[in-house]
């Protein structure tokens, strides 16, 4: 008995501070810095402006890291900057280059609780104008995007996807998956890298239906990126129908990752200008 009440006082201040830190009062300085959600997710925070502002909140796509394929994410976090918005850009567990997590601890359910705790500790950010937060997502993180803004569609104010995908269940083909759900772990190469997937990450790609949660959002701004050459390309057409006030944005002769990777940026440039000048129009 003696031990129980030895314990309330410290448990008490445990959630008297989990309380305080809800309501954030973290004053973090302009410019960039390295924040680390509650789950231990990473991510990188450009504030643009020195009083609240609007926000773009970026999640990247399937085996990447916060900056993205040729940097593309920190570049859109630069160009946000220089229109007065501010960002968040994550990196999902198990993806960013920690040690803390490696590649095996991924699921999409590990992905979308980052993605809601990004949401979270933007919302209560005090350079953050909580009316007028965007999201970003690229190829998975597009989904991503469409679950979370579908969930909370009154925090959001508009969304863009690149690449995006609208469903998870075909990822992994069903020699890979078997071997997953079979051996708990599978290895694939994928070309430019290697990468091991759980059986808890196989079994989580049908546990989420992105594009019915996304009917939701319906009535704010979309912004649909795509590429002509994009093996995703076909998605842009579903999308619309989901949202079909939603913008769309071709980008001639471009591929999944608009040429990034190619020495030829124009047409990555071209897709950084455009979602920033639309996120500038929708969050204004």
């Known amino acids: 008995m003696k031990k129980i009440l030895l314990l309330i006082p410290v448990l008490l201040m445990t959630l008297a501070s989990c309380a305080s830190s809800k309501k954030s009062d973290i004053i973090l300085p302009m410019g960039e810095s390295e924040i680390t959600l509650p789950g ?9 402006e020195d009083r609240k502002s609007p926000f773009v909140i970026m ?18 976090a630069r160009e946000l900057e220089i229109r007065g918005i501010s960002s968040l850009r994550i990196g999902f567990r198990g993806w960013d280059g920690t040690t803390e997590f490696d590649e095996t601890f991924i699921t999409v359910h590990t992905m979308m609780q980052d993605a809601q705790e990004a949401l979270d500790y933007v919302m209560a950010l005090p350079a953050a104008n909580r009316k007028r937060i965007g999201l970003l997502g690229f190829s998975m993180g597009g989904g991503v995007a469409q679950y979370i803004a579908g969930t909370n569609p009154k925090e959001i104010a508009s969304v863009a996807t690149w690449s995006s995908s609208i469903e998870y269940a075909s990822l992994l083909n069903r020699e890979d998956k078997a071997t997953a759900m079979n051996k708990g772990e599978v290895t694939m190469d994928l070309g430019w890298r290697t990468i091991t997937h759980s059986r808890e990450f196989a079994e989580s790609l049908s546990a989420y239906n992105t594009l019915e949660v996304f009917r ?3 009535k704010r701004p979309f912004l649909i990126v ?6 995703l390309y076909t ?3 579903v999308l619309k129908t989901v949202h079909p ?18 020495g030829d940026t124009l047409l990555a440039d071209t897709v950084i200008a ?8 929708t969050l204004d």
Not at 40 to 48: I, M
Not at 59 to 76: C, I, L, P, Q, W
């Open 245 to 262: 006030r939603a913008e769309v944005f071709e980008v001639p002769r471009a591929d999944h990752i608009y040429n990034v990777l190619s």
């Open 216 to 218: 939701e959002y319906k």
């Open 226 to 231: 795509d590429g002509t050459e994009d093996y």
């Open 235 to 237: 998605n842009t057409a």
């Open 274 to 281: 455009k979602t920033a000048q639309w996120f500038r129009k």
């Open 59 to 76: 999640y990247h796509g399937y085996a990447s890291t916060r900056d993205e394929v040729g940097n593309m994410f920190a570049d859109t």
């Open 40 to 48: 231990g997710a990473k991510g990188t925070l450009l504030l643009a």
